[in-house]
């Protein structure tokens, strides 16, 4: 019974390049968030993604960050052109029904994303 | 705004003994709250949970404890295990939401 599956687990990206993120949810569930924990920090909502659908983007920065969880394959997570600034360890998801309260989301094991 | 604080960074306790992690909230819509627990390089682990209309939810060594007229809630294990010393986190989500909001975690140290 896999758990929510992420990769790459550590990603390496010079200044400017794209980091690409990636995250297969629990068996049976269609709801993706995705959450960023920053050194020293709690995690901190991005986006919730249900199959095609991005629900709610409001924890996601404007510009070079964005979403999508296609209707075959892994949620992805996309930077471009990233930043120091992006270094965090990103961390997806998943829950079963999306009803918010009493709906636990599953975590995987998160992606760390060091820039260079 | 961090809507859920958790004001103390760290945490020691006997092994044996009981530990107690603390967590405010400011936002009163929230409904439902949940204790994740984190090893260093991964992901956190969902520990238990507790409802708005309920004020304590047991589950084997793990009690949640909320108290909504002081907006605080409180985790105890007892008793400690060596094996508990993690970092915990609490977080808040009210309904028709979906976005937890964290806190900035505790972290038990369980002294053999």
């Known amino acids: 019974n896999a758990g929510v599956m992420q990769n790459p687990r550590h990603l390496v990206r010079r200044r400017g390049q794209e980091a690409r993120l990636r995250c297969s949810p629990m068996?049976?569930?269609?709801?993706v968030y995705w959450y960023r924990q920053l050194p020293e920090e709690g995690l901190k909502f991005m986006v919730y993604?249900?199959?095609?659908?991005?629900?709610?983007e409001s924890g996601m920065p404007k510009e070079r960050f964005s979403a999508e969880f296609p209707k075959e394959g892994p949620s992805i997570l996309r930077i471009q052109q990233v930043v120091r600034g992006d270094s965090a360890a990103y961390f997806c998801?998943?829950?079963?029904?999306?009803?918010?309260?009493?709906?636990?989301?599953?975590f995987g094991p998160g992606t760390r994303l060091t820039v260079l | 705004d961090q809507q859920v604080k958790q004001n103390s960074p760290s945490l020691s306790v006997q092994e044996g003994r009981i530990s107690i992690l603390n967590c405010d909230y400011t936002n009163s819509m929230f409904d439902y709250f949940l204790w994740y627990k984190k090893y260093p390089a991964e992901g956190p682990t969902f520990l238990i949970s507790?409802?708005?209309?309920?004020d304590k939810n047991e589950d084997g060594r793990f009690t949640v404890f909320l108290n909504k007229s002081a907006k605080h809630l409180s985790l105890h294990i007892v008793p400690s295990q060596p094996g508990d010393s993690a970092v915990y986190f609490c977080a808040g989500v009210q309904t028709g939401a979906n976005n937890l909001f964290f806190g900035t975690g505790t972290r038990l140290t369980v002294i053999p």
């Open positions: 998801a998943s829950s079963h029904s999306g009803q918010g309260a009493g709906d636990t989301q599953y």
């Open positions: 993604l249900q199959k095609e659908n991005i629900i709610d």
């Open positions: 068996k049976g569930h269609s709801h």
């Open positions: 507790i409802s708005s209309i309920k």
